[in-house]
């Protein structure tokens, strides 16, 4: 193992360019090994699902009694729940009626949705505000020039940009409170939200005695408990970013929430350019450098927000984050610099619970 860096090397950046290189020759011989392993193969299951949060949502589990398939229709109605209250895009949520108040007047706010909301923006903080809750006002701008067939301007992006940024946002724990310091401002849950209520679904299952289940919203993300098919977790397979038929690595998943990002999907062009939907909130540009990131943390809201952070961060700082939060795994997918070849970077994620696909 490498020499912990002092915190002088860190900031000269020498120390995690090493760490790098160092993680680079590791994984060579790590893609070599887990290609000539087996990974672990999926079995009879059980499944419960619908539609929620614009996506397909599911609670898988082994073959079992009734009692499982009882609580998975509880999850899915917390589910259901949570949705109405945190969306942004429903007219009477208490997020929408957050957003319609809280520039003119401090708003009490009920105190899950307060924590959750102060969690997205310390993790907004943590990540130098690549993740950042109240970017809705760039992806509204983005979305209205792509109907219009034209890019930003300049003076359009400068003037959103002083209406995002959770230094605009104002917490009073004491009284349960949250104002907004600027008009126009808006918090969107959907980089978030989404792992949040998996997290809280999931609860339902765990308070229900049930030891072993899968529950994902669209495979974007993930929370999984216990194993499956006789193996320590469930399998989870990720998509090549370049070719999405195809599977580029198997993620044994156990006790952990897992989550996604990629601009391989969604995307538009422009005079010959690609732009990808994943945006820099701190310049309302998208960014380009990477393909995919996905993260593993001990909840599905953490790996949710930090999937996106890291995408925005690239991967110096998304390494340097992992290297200080040994709990936060990531499998990081940068852009290739030469050909087509894929040279990914893997972050406290054990060898034994990833399985590249042969070339």
Same mark, same amino acid.
């Given at each position: ?100 108040? !809280?520039?003119?007047?401090? &708003?009490?706010?009920?105190?899950? =949705? %307060?924590?959750?909301?102060?969690? @997205?923006?310390?993790?907004? +903080? ?104 006789? !193996?320590?977790?469930?399998? &989870?397979?990720?998509?090549?970013? =370049? %070719?999405?038929?195809?599977?580029? @690595?198997?993620?044994?998943? +156990? ?105």
């Amino acid at each position: 193992m490498s020499e912990v860096p002092s915190r002088r090397q860190f900031l000269s950046g020498q120390a995690l360019r090493d760490e790098l290189a160092w993680a680079g020759k590791e994984l060579a011989d790590r893609l070599a090994e887990s290609r000539e392993r087996e990974p672990p193969q999926g079995g009879d299951t059980v499944r419960l699902g619908k539609t929620a949060m614009a996506c397909d949502v599911e609670v898988i589990m082994n073959p079992g009694p009734a009692a499982q398939v009882v609580a998975a229709s509880a999850a899915l109605d917390r589910v259901d729940e949570l949705e109405a209250q945190f969306s942004a895009y429903r007219p009477h949520s208490e997020l929408t009626l957050l957003n319609q108040r !809280a520039a003119t007047e401090a &708003v009490a706010v009920e105190d899950e =949705l %307060f924590e959750l909301l102060w969690r @997205a923006a310390e993790i907004s +903080r943590a990540t130098e505000g690549a993740f950042d809750p109240t970017a809705g006002p760039f992806v509204a701008l983005w979305r209205a020039c792509r109907d219009a067939g034209r890019l930003p301007t300049e003076e359009e992006l400068q003037h959103t940009r002083q209406r995002v940024g959770c230094e605009h946002l104002v917490f009073d724990h004491q009284l349960r409170t949250l104002s907004y310091l600027v008009d126009g401002l808006q918090f969107n849950l959907g980089a978030i939200g989404k792992g949040h209520i998996l997290d809280r679904a999931g609860q339902v299952m765990t308070d229900a005695l049930i030891t072993d289940w899968m529950i994902h919203a669209g495979f974007s993300s993930i929370l999984a408990r216990g194993g499956h098919n006789s !193996a320590s977790g469930w399998p &989870v397979g990720i998509r090549n970013p =370049l %070719f999405p038929e195809r599977n580029f @690595a198997t993620m044994l998943l +156990r006790d952990r929430g897992m989550s996604t990002s990629g601009s391989g999907v969604q995307f538009f062009r422009h005079e010959g350019q690609r732009y990808g939907h994943i945006l820099d909130p701190r310049t309302g540009w998208p960014v380009d450098g990477m393909l995919s990131v996905t993260v593993v943390a001990p909840t599905a809201e953490e790996a949710d927000a930090l999937s996106t952070a890291f995408f925005v961060l690239g991967v110096e700082k998304a390494f340097l984050y992992c290297h200080n939060q040994p709990l936060i795994g990531a499998l990081l997918i940068p852009a290739p610099t030469r050909g087509a070849r894929l040279e990914p970077v893997v972050c406290n994620i054990p060898e034994d619970d990833l399985f590249f696909a042969p070339n």
